[in-house]
T-cell receptor, first 111, second 115 residues
Framework: QQQVKQSPQSLIVQKGGISIINCAYE??????FPWYQQFPGKGPALLIAIRPDVSEKKEGRFTISFNKSAKQFSLHIMDSQPGDSATYFCAAHAAGNQFYFGTGTSLTVIP | DGGITQSPKYLFRKEGQNVTLSCEQNLNHDAMYWYRQDPGQGLRLIYY???????QKGDIAEGYSVSREKKESFPLTVTSAQKNPTAFYLC??????????????FGSGTRLTVV
């Protein structure tokens, strides 16, 4: 059973546009929600993260929106650039220091 | 520079052969993890270890084994019992909960192919 559901599986955005990736979860015990960015042949790297007591966190062009009541969170990439083309994973932290990952979204930003 | 190193980057395994993937970290992290990545399936947890000489099975531990004799090292052996081992393997590390920030640091991965 997938603990964190991520959509869409793939996304194509024009340069300068907004990329939006969504995740949903059921376990209300999750207490930390990071997003990872992965380039081909590389390991994922932490991009931005949020705790459930905050509704939004912004770092540069990247913003996480968090809706605790709906158990959903999303990543927004403003002014998307070709260099943002990568696979993005959402994750949720549970007790025991274990993370559950979404299935990933392949983002392609076309010039 | 602190980081987590996986080797080799590419590995080829013959049928019936055991192979070992290396993972070393110098971040002084307490916990280490092994994930398997397949297209369209995200990251699936194989084994994890919170402290030296202790480890737990993840969601897909069958056909794999690990050891944690040193804090810095967490090698993964893919045994002949693993029927479909071709995948991208990722090692990660983190502080134990309550020490520092949450979040994993990942290695660059090992791509294992059965030939």
């Amino acid at each position: 059973q997938q603990q964190v559901k991520q959509s869409p599986q793939s996304l194509i955005v024009q340069k300068g546009g907004i990329s939006i990736i969504n995740c949903a979860y059921e376990n209300t015990a999750f207490d930390y929600f990071p997003w990872y960015q992965q380039f081909p042949g590389k390991g994922p790297a932490l991009l931005i993260a949020i705790r459930p007591d905050v509704s939004e966190k912004k770092e540069g062009r990247f913003t996480i929106s968090f809706n605790k009541s709906a158990k959903q969170f999303s990543l927004h990439i403003m002014d998307s650039q070709p260099g943002d083309s990568a696979t993005y994973f959402c994750a949720a932290h549970a007790a025991g220091n274990q993370f559950y990952f979404g299935t990933g979204t392949s983002l392609t930003v076309i010039p | 520079d602190g980081g987590i190193t996986q080797s080799p980057k590419y590995l080829f395994r013959k049928e019936g052969q055991n192979v070992t993937l290396s993972c070393e970290q110098n971040l002084n992290h307490d916990a280490m993890y092994w994930y398997r990545q397949d297209p369209g399936q995200g990251l699936r947890l194989i084994y994890y270890s919170q402290i030296v000489n202790d480890f737990q099975k993840g969601d897909i531990a069958e056909g794999y084994s690990v050891s944690r004799e040193k804090k810095e090292s967490f090698p993964l052996t893919v045994t002949s019992a693993q029927k479909n081992p071709t995948a991208f393997y990722l090692c990660a590390s983190s502080y134990a909960r309550g020490r520092g920030s949450y979040g994993y640091t990942f290695g660059s991965g090992t791509r294992l192919t059965v030939v």
